[in-house]
C-alpha cells in the first residue's frame, strides 16, 4: 500500500502535524520498531501476529478442507476477531462458485433464515473459537449440527474446526476425528487474519491463500524504524499523532465495496487494542462515494474531531457510462463508473482539507490476494505501533469480562456479582 | 416504542443527568414542541416530514408498482436519503419473494456484479432522486439503462420513478409514459423515508405499506409537550442533553440483524441533520451481540465521550439450543437463542453502567410494519427536537455541495475554482 499524509500536515490545516512533530514522531517510531522487532523475534505474546505470513502453513490448511471441497457454501461460525478477518477476505477477493455465510450473531430469527436458505449437504461448516467455549459460537453450533442431523446430513463429514490447543471444541474434533487446524498461540483474534483462522473460507472458496500469504510477507519486509519509509509506520503514528491533538475519531472510509468488510475488521483492531486506559481513537466506519450522501455533512461542519482515513483501489474494471442528450448530465457520458468515484474521492479529500479536516489517503494496485494480505497485516503493524506510542496492553481486552460474566449468570451458569447488578438496574420508562 | 432512560442518570453514573437536569430539559422540549407543532401545522420545510403519514398516498404507490408486479427482484437506484429509508424498511420487514438489491454506490465492479446477477427482465427498476441529476444515481440508472436493452429488456416496461417536481428525471418518465411518483415538497431525503421515497420498494415485495404509515401516525399521535410522556422526545432530549456534557459519540447499537440498516439509516438522520456549526453528536454503527466481541472493549475502557443506544425487540420466534455433554457448556442446553441475546443485552447494558458510560434501552414490540414505521418517526421526531435544542438548521446540509462542485468540475463539467483546489494538492507521500 501507499499512504499520502499530506492532508494532515500544517502546511495544510492550522491544527496539522508540524514538521518538528514529524521529527519527534520518526524518533519514536524508532523506538517503537525496536520493541516490535524483538517482540516478534522472541515470538511474544501478540507480537507473534506479525510472524503468521511466514508461520502459517497453507499446505496444512488445503488439506483440512479437502473433506468439504465439493461445498457450494461455507457457513463460518464464529464471532468477533474469529469471523471478520475471515469475512474480510471473502468480501475483498470477491465472488466465487462457493457463497461465504457468517453466523456471527445469536438473533434467532436470522439464525433460522440462514439454515434454511442453505443446501446443508453442500454446506462446509467452519466453526472458530479459540477457548472452545465462547457463548454466541458454540450455541450457534448446536443448532447447526443439530440441523445438519434433521436434514439427514452427516455434520462430522462437513465440518472443519479452529481452535486452541484443548477446550471442548479441541476434544470434539479429537473424538469424531474433525480436520482441525489451530488458532495460532500468542496471537489475538483480532490479529489472526493471517492465519487458519482467516483463511479457511478462503481455501474452501478456491482464493489464493498462498498468495495472501505473500501479501503479508512483503508487508512484513517493509517495515523499518522510519515513519517516512514505512506506510504501516507512517499510518500508525499519524493517527496517534491526530488522537493527540483532539482527533479522536478515526472514520475508514474505503471507496471500495468490497473493502466494507474490511473497515469493520479495522474498527475492531482499532477499537479493541487501543482502547484502554481512558485512551483510544474511536473507529468509525464508513464507505465512499455512498456516506457523502449520508456522513459527509457533519464530518465536515460537525466538530473538528475527526481523521479521515480515505483508501481507494486503482486498476479497477471499466464501466463506461453511456451517452445521454440530458444537458445537465452531458458531463458524464463517455467518462467511466471508475473515473467519476476518483473524482468523489479526490474531491472529498480536498473538500475535508478545505474545511480543516485531516485526512490521509491510503492506495492499493488492486484487490488480488497479495495486496490484500499485504493491507491486513499493515493495518495489524500500524496498530501495534500506535499501541506502542500509546504505551498500552494492545493484544488483550479485559474491559469485556464483566459481561460476559453478567450474561452468564444470568443463564443460570454460576453466580456471578455482575448478574446481580444487573437485576437491580435503575428505570425510566416513557411509553 | 418504549425508552428506558435510566442508565443515563446521576443515580447511576457520576456524570449522569439530574432531576434538574431533566425539569430543565422538559421545559426546553415543551418550548421545541410548540415550534414544532407550528411547523407541522403550516407544512414548513422540513416540519413537513412529520405530516407523512396522513399525507402520503398508499393506493398511489399500489397503482405505480403493478406494471412491475411480476418482478422477482426491485432493484433501487439512489443513494443517501434516496435509498436507506427503503434499504430498512425491507431489512426489518424481512425477507419476500422478492429481492430488494439497491444501487447506491459508483463502484464498478459492484455495479457490475449486482447487474450479472439479476434477470432483468424479472427485475423492477426503483430509480429516486429528487433533483433529477444527483451523479452517481443517474451514472447508475444510465447503466442499467443500457444493461437492460442490452438484454433485449424493455426498460420502460420496468421502471418506476420517484423524483421532484422537475428535472431530468421527471422529463424522462413523462416522455416514456413511466409509473412515476413524487418525493414530497418540503421533505429532506433523510426524512422522506414514509413517503414514497422508501415505500416503493415495500409495495413491490408485498409488505403492509399502509401498516408501516400507521404505525407513523400512532407515533405522531404519541408527540407532546413532555419528555416524560413522549419516547421520541425523551430520546431525543437525553441524547441532546449527554451531548452538552461531552458524551460526544452516539452509538445505536440494535440487538437484532432486520436493524442493520436502521443503524446505517439513523446515522445519516443523526449526521446530517445535527452536524452543523461545529455542534452534532458522531453517530456510530454497530450491531448487538456481534460488536460486544468488536468494540465493546473501546466503550467501556477508552474515553468516555459515549452514549450507547441499545435496541431491542420482544417477541421474537423461538430457537431453542440444544442440550450438550459438555460441561462448560451445560448453561446453554434448553435455553434459547433469543434469551442468550436478551442475556447479552441486559448484561452490556449494566456493563456499560458500572463503566460509567450512559446507554439508552430501546424496545420495540416486534418488527412487524407497524412497529418499524413508527419507529422511523419517533427516531424523526426525536431527531427534529434535538435540532431545536442545538438551535442548527435540522433540515439542510449545506456543506457536501462544495465537493460536488469539485467533483463535477474534474469530469469536465465546467469550471469550479474547488476542482483547482483538488488539483494543488499538498502530498507527502511513504511507500
Known sequence: MQIDIGNALDTVLAEGLTEEDLDDLDEAVERAHERIERGRAEDEFGYASLNLPTATDPDEIETAVEPVADSEAVLTVGIGGSALGAATISEALGPSDVDHLVLDNVDPAHVRGTLSDLDLDRTAVNVVSRSGTTAETLANFLIVRD???E???DWTERTVVTTGEDGPLRDLADGHGLPSLDVPAGVPGRFSALSAVGLVPAAIR????EGLLAGGRAAADSLGPSLFECPAYAYGATAYALDQRGFSTNVMMPYAEGLEAFAEWFAQLWAE??????????PVRALGATDQHSQLQ???AGPKDKLLTLVRVTGQPDCPIPETGIPDLAY????DL???LDAEFE????SLAAAECPNVRIELDGLDAESVGALLYEMEAACILAGELYDVETFTQPAVEWGKRAARGLLGGGDFEEAEAVASKERLEID
Chains 1, 2 share one sequence.
Open 147 to 149: 440441523a445438519m442431523d
Open 332 to 335: 458524464l457520458g463517455g467518462t
Open 298 to 300: 457533519l464530518y465536515r
Open 273 to 282: 487494542s487501543l482502547g484502554k486506559d481512558g485512551t483510544g481513537q474511536t
Open 151 to 153: 436434514a439427514g446430513v
Open 206 to 209: 478456491g482464493h489464493d491463500i
Open 338 to 340: 471508475g473515473e467519476l
Open 347 to 350: 474531491a472529498t479529500e480536498a
